[in-house]
């Protein structure tokens, strides 16, 4: 008897490990990150990944990092020191792990924190100079769910919870908060609710203690259609992020405004915008363009086809304190601006031209610019100097013309410092004092060096405006440590390691003859404005904890799980939302003074104020119940649908049949949350997960995984009306026709009938 016992745990346990096996197809390092990929032939209900190494025993990540890619799992690891690593997946079934599966020794790199952002013994971004994130960091997950609900308290900012992206970094803006912050971006993330003239804004008042990075999570992080403003601020860090169609009111992809100072921006890819007013923005404006801001470093960014590129400098009216590097960065077929400087120190080394219709570099207003140690493939004119040389030079007349040939609206020249760069394909080329050109003692392109430390001398000025080479470059009180890359060494890493994780998601390949055109692509185009993620969902895509900062969906109203011991269809949490929501239509005044109130495993902290102004309308289509959340010691009363009903501990519970609904006032009242369940809604499948919809909102294609036999999926409008009977093959329901609202998916199995809120964006 004992050994059957024994017998029948041991196939117990086996059946329970073969459950719970997973298989991985793809593991790697990258640069302080770490990132492994997954299938499993079962569906548990979770996964936990933990990883070990470099003085780490065994650290669980963070749930919003792991995400489900329908054909596989992935899983990434941020802030990472260099060294080696191994990753570990548990599948959790029923809150038990199963068993696990362990990569092999992974490793893991260290960025390269070279330029004139990192002087003065600054560290931009919320990271420390070994990779790891600084101490007491607020980290938040932005993912297209909870890009408009993610919730924190900023110190100093106006009104707090701060909610949404950009209230929270307009919280920061007042400079008073010197917690770290770091802003991870999660799969494709389109217009935000609440932006500033279509871009976000990063700003600390120039706070030499805030630290603030912008981060993308993966291959696949992008910015669709917005871009990001940087002003006013200090220790700024932005990484790892595809930036595409934006068509802000600014115009660029990221732009350094004014006032900034130790900003670093690196392993972006800077694709097309959206099509400006002028002739010359059929690509969008400025890629990555730098205003009124100084020590700052551009490295290891792809530019793919861009237009315009880099414009350093506008209106500052002085050579003196700005300084920028750009390197490594690949201007792969872009047009012109790699950098188009005025007024600043420029140091431009180790970048990778790739078939550059216009030009490369170009130096006006006075501009000191070192060009060294690139490799420049197919780039019309390498090196430009306004106002002289080829900038100006008619090749069909073999003569000067300062009237139609100027590249850089005939602004003064500066001086360009060439050393060590590897070039092919070029147009032309004049060095100073080259024998082969007439008068190249005045019409030339760039000062040749026969070393790095030679100075250029204070007689070789810029034909117009007669200015000199400041020698920035040469001056060990100011210049940064750094190790260059030969132009062929340069070229390697960079096809390696510039832009996102990997070389990102998209992928593209350019032609020859994109070698001499800087017309818009429009496959290209096309294929970024039907660009589609093909992430479906991520594990905890909710919920953030603002004791740690962890970050998530604070509450909404779309139906779902809105935390473990809250149950509702649909959630409206007015510390989340305010008075804003697609269900409710919500008359009133808004409060944060009147206390604080702890419901399931929600911190409320801002109310609705119930007056006699206030007003909550709403339609059901069936019976529902529904739940008021008040201070925790109100036992008034408030009216719903004309009737009086007593709060007993700050609750109120009673049923409502389908029909029109108001909340009004009786007694004067702070209502914190409300919750709507359905009388069909089977709970239990819910929580058990037997029936998962994904992903809530969407745009075009809702995914309905099922564990059930489902008989019939009908789709009804707030007000009961049917929309759509979907169709039984499969369970992919295409609801791209839908208007955008609030949306009731029934789904009859023969267990239960299955009801759930979602959001049609």
Not at 565 to 578: K, L, Q, W
């Amino acid at each position: 008897m004992k050994k059957i016992t024994l017998l029948l745990l041991g196939l117990s346990l086996l059946s329970s490990c073969l459950m719970a096996q997973v298989s991985i197809i793809r593991e790697g390092g990258w640069l302080e990150t770490a990132f492994i990929e997954w299938t499993s032939e079962e569906n548990p209900d979770s996964y936990n990944v933990y990883y070990t190494g470099e003085g780490i025993a065994q650290q669980k990540i963070d749930a919003q990092l792991i995400r489900d890619y329908g054909t596989y799992y992935r899983a990434d690891i941020p802030g990472l020191k260099a060294g080696s690593y191994t990753l570990t997946i548990t599948p959790v079934i029923e809150n038990e792990e199963g068993l696990s599966a362990t990569s092999r020794s992974i490793s893991v790199l260290a960025h390269d924190r070279s330029g004139f952002a990192f002087s003065n013994g600054r560290i931009p971004g919320a990271y420390k100079s070994d990779g790891t994130p600084k101490d007491n960091a607020v980290i938040l997950y932005i993912s297209e769910n909870s890009k408009n609900t993610i919730s924190l308290d900023v110190t100093g900012a106006n009104e707090n919870p701060c909610v949404g992206l950009e209230m929270i970094l307009e919280g920061f803006k007042k400079g008073n908060d010197n917690r770290p912050l770091i802003v991870r971006l999660i799969g494709q993330i389109t217009d935000l609710a609440y932006m500033d003239k279509g871009d976000i804004v990063v700003e600390n008042k120039n706070n030499a203690s805030s630290y603030i990075t912008i981060e993308g999570i993966g291959e696949d992080a992008v910015a669709d259609g917005w871009g990001i403003r940087v002003k006013n601020a200090s220790n700024i860090e932005i990484r790892n992020l595809g930036t595409m169609n934006c068509d802000s009111n600014e115009g660029d992809n990221i732009g350094l405004q004014q006032n900034n100072d130790y900003i670093w921006v690196h392993h972006c890819d800077f694709f097309y915008g959206g099509a400006g007013g002028d002739a010359d923005q059929a690509k969008g404006d400025g890629a990555l363009d730098c205003k009124k801001s100084t020590y700052v470093t551009f490295s290891y960014n792809h530019f793919w086809d861009s237009g315009k590129c880099n414009l350093l400098g506008l209106s500052e009216g002085t050579t003196e304190g700005y300084y920028i590097t750009y390197h490594h960065n690949w201007y792969d077929h872009s047009d012109s601006r790699h950098p188009r400087v005025r007024f600043y120190s420029a140091h431009v080394y180790n970048n990778y031209y790739d078939g550059n219709s216009k030009y490369g570099v170009g130096s006006t207003e006075g501009s000191s610019v070192f060009v060294e140690a690139n490799y420049f493939r197919h780039c019309k004119y390498p090196m430009l100097i306004s106002m002289q040389g080829s900038d100006v030079y008619d090749e069909s007349t073999s003569s000067n013309d300062y009237s139609d040939m100027p590249t850089f609206s005939k602004e003064d020249g500066g001086i360009i410092k060439a050393y060590n760069n590897y070039i092919s394909d070029a147009r032309r080329l004049v060095v100073y004092g080259d024998e082969n050109y007439t008068n190249s003692s005045v019409d030339f392109d760039a000062y040749l060096v026969s070393s790095r430390n030679e100075t250029v001398p204070s007689t070789v000025a810029s034909n117009y405006g007669g200015n000199s080479y400041n020698n920035f470059d040469t001056n060990t009180s100011l210049m940064y440590s750094y190790s260059p890359d030969s132009p062929e060494e340069a070229k390697e890493n960079v096809m390696a390691y510039a832009g996102r994780m990997n070389g990102g998601d998209f992928s593209w390949s350019f032609s020859d003859s994109d070698d001499t055109s800087y017309a818009v692509d429009g496959d290209l185009k096309n294929a970024l404005t039907s660009y589609e993620t093909s992430l479906l969902t991520i594990q905890e895509d909710a919920e953030p904890d603002n004791s740690n900062g962890s970050g998530g969906e604070t509450g909404g109203e779309t139906g779902g799980e809105t935390g473990n011991e809250i149950e509702g269809d649909i959630v409206h949490n007015f510390t989340a939302s305010g008075l804003s929501s697609s269900y409710f239509n919500i008359t009133g005044n808004l409060s944060d003074s009147k206390g604080t109130v702890t419901y399931g495993d929600l911190n409320l902290s801002q109310c609705l104020k119930i007056e006699s102004s206030t007003n909550i309308a709403f339609t059901t289509t069936e019976e529902a119940s529904i739940t008021l959340v008040f201070n925790e010691t109100y036992s008034g009363r408030i009216k719903i649908d004309g009737n009086n009903y007593t709060a007993s501990s700050g609750i109120v519970t009673t049923t409502l049949v389908a029909g029109e609904h108001t909340i009004t006032k009786s007694d004067v009242a702070n209502l914190y949350l409300i919750s709507l369940a359905f009388s069909t809604t089977d709970i239990s499948l819910a929580e058990h997960h037997s029936i998962k919809l994904y992903p809530n909102p969407v745009k075009d294609l809702l995914h309905i995984k099922s564990e059930l036999q489902i008989e019939s999926i009908d789709i009804y409008s707030i007000n009961g009306k049917l929309s759509l009977k979907a169709p039984l093959q499969g369970q992919t329901i295409n609801v791209s026709k839908l208007q955008q609202g609030l949306y009731i998916v029934k789904i009859l199995t023969r267990q239960a009938v299955y009801q759930q809120a979602f959001l049609k964006q």
